[in-house]
């Protein structure tokens, strides 16, 4: 259960909010579901361990597939919800926590994802987040 999140949600906003959902979850293939064909997932101030964006759904939910899929206790706090509804937009301000499987290492990080939607596809998802909280944490599973 994603903490914080809206108990009722505009559907642009549960298209968002689905991204945590499928992680928790950990549901790759729903989780892919939720992108477009050609979606991007850019993260601007990436990682040293990271590329600045993968394109499509496909390489996007590899990617989490391979970051995630040995997480423990995977949980995500929604902290704000901003809609833009001239763009298509749904802003969330949110936190993620979960141990590292590879590691054992607590990992926490604070996030805020720019989420294009797309009918009920996400088409980009700008993902901020601190390059190097993730490059200490992430190294040894990249």
Same mark, same amino acid.
């Given at each position: ?11 642009r906003v549960e298209v968002a909010l689905g991204f945590h959902r499928t992680l928790e979850a950990g549901d790759f293939d729903a989780f892919e579901a939720l992108f477009t064909t050609d979606a991007i997932n850019e993260l601007p101030f990436h990682s040293p361990v990271s =590329? ?78 601190? =390059? ?7 190294? =040894?599973?990249?």
């Amino acid at each position: 259960m994603v903490v914080g999140a809206p108990s009722s949600a505009e559907p642009r906003v549960e298209v968002a909010l689905g991204f945590h959902r499928t992680l928790e979850a950990g549901d790759f293939d729903a989780f892919e579901a939720l992108f477009t064909t050609d979606a991007i997932n850019e993260l601007p101030f990436h990682s040293p361990v990271s =590329p600045a964006e993968f394109v499509g759904a496909k390489a996007i939910a590899d990617d989490y597939r391979k970051m995630i899929s040995n997480r423990r206790d995977l949980e995500f706090t929604i902290h704000t919800v901003t809609t833009d509804s001239s763009a298509d937009r749904v802003i969330l301000e949110f936190s993620g926590r979960s141990i590292i499987g590879e590691t054992g290492a607590l990992y926490e990080q604070d996030y805020v994802g720019v989420f294009t939607i797309e009918g009920s596809q996400i088409s980009r998802l700008r993902l901020y987040a601190d =390059p190097q909280r993730a490059a200490k944490a992430l190294q =040894p599973i990249r």
